[in-house]
């Protein structure tokens, strides 16, 4: 089993749509979470970190389940401008703890007209 | 400004050849990572570091090599044993303790093998 599991699509939804992407990840010690955002041909960049709360940024939600040990992000009222690979990541570090960081491979989401 | 560097952007190499990939951060961060990424696929880690001389093998080490002299700089040789190394290159790094351990990535590098 993948330490990071996504499920890698693609999606393709249509302009004001709600997506969601799930994410699972096997090591219970996991730490910190993260979703970044990689368009084509360019480095990841940080989306937003996912707490244990649940957190929303804008258009964007992100959710812990550390029970189930999957993490997810919802996007509501999809833009043109959202289209891009999805990637979650999950950090063995945190506190006092050295740890690995490990990538998903990838949700492609196309957003269209 | 502070942030992650990689060079160079752009790198061909002859069949048989090693080349060395750089990068440095001015973040202060610990850890620093390196991995490959293949056209449509995901992020695969090659090597990490948590501290100055120590580093350890991700899932793809065969056929490559690092060092870690310096907090700030991590660079990655792609050796002649690396069967496929056609590949864009991104290195990371991240702070190890407290709330934010997110990574920050350079720019990459895209490896091309002539």
């Known amino acids: 089993r993948k330490e990071v599991e996504q499920d890698p699509g693609p999606f393709n939804v249509p302009e004001g749509a709600t997506v969601a992407f799930n994410c699972t990840y096997s090591?219970?010690?996991?730490?910190?979470f993260f979703w970044y955002r990689q368009d084509c041909r360019k480095e990841p960049k940080l989306l937003m970190s996912?707490?244990?709360s649940g957190n929303e940024d804008g258009r964007f939600t992100a959710q812990l389940n550390r029970a189930s040990q999957y993490i997810s992000l919802l996007i509501r009222d999809s833009k043109l401008s959202d289209s891009a690979t999805y990637l979650c990541?999950?950090?063995?570090?945190?506190?006092?703890?050295?740890?690995?960081?490990?990538f998903g491979q990838g949700t492609i989401l196309t957003v269209h007209p | 400004d502070g942030g992650i560097t990689q060079s160079p952007k752009y790198l061909f190499r002859k069949e048989g050849q090693n080349v060395t990939l750089s990068c440095e951060q001015n973040?202060?961060?610990?850890?620093m990572y390196w991995y490959r990424q293949d056209p449509g696929q995901g992020l695969r880690l090659i090597y990490y570091s948590q501290i100055v001389n120590d580093f350890q093998k991700g899932d793809i080490a065969e056929g490559y090599s690092v060092s870690r002299e310096k907090k700030e700089s991590f660079p990655l040789t792609v050796t002649s044993a690396q069967k496929n190394p056609t590949a864009f290159y991104l290195c990371?790094?991240?702070?190890?303790?407290?709330?934010?351990?997110?990574?920050?990535f350079g720019q990459g590098t895209r490896l091309t093998v002539v």
């Open positions: 996912v707490y244990s």
């Open positions: 990371a790094s991240s702070s190890l303790t407290g709330l934010y351990t997110e990574a920050f």
């Open positions: 973040l202060n961060h610990d850890a």
């Open positions: 990541v999950v950090n063995k570090a945190g506190g006092t703890s050295y740890g690995k960081l490990t």
């Open positions: 090591n219970s010690a996991s730490q910190s």
